[in-house]
């Protein structure tokens, strides 16, 4: 049993159907790192801004502490005169 003509391919085609799916491949795999990668830097200018807005807040509870022991102990040098 022989395969008619009409359906046989040529080897250059199927090499070539090869090629072209694999690029599709590679192509496709090359958006998804890059929708990745966009997502992670994203992901990680958020995390800083949390983060420096954190630090913003313990800075300003420390000046804030700091003003109160100076308020302390104003009163206790007024007094010493």
Not at 10 to 25: D, E
Not at 26 to 49: D, G, I, N, P
Not at 65 to 80: E, F, I, K, T, Y
């Amino acid at each position: 049993m022989s395969i008619p003509r009409s359906l046989r391919t040529h080897p250059a085609t199927i090499s070539l159907i090869v090629v072209a799916v694999t690029l599709a491949a590679c192509a496709y795999y090359w958006a998804a790192l890059v929708k990745a990668q966009t997502e992670e830097m994203k992901s990680a200018r958020l995390r800083e801004e949390l983060r420096a807005s954190q630090l913003s807040g313990l800075a300003e509870q420390e000046v804030e502490a700091a003003l109160r022991d100076v308020d302390m102990a104003l009163p206790s040098l007024a007094w010493g005169r």
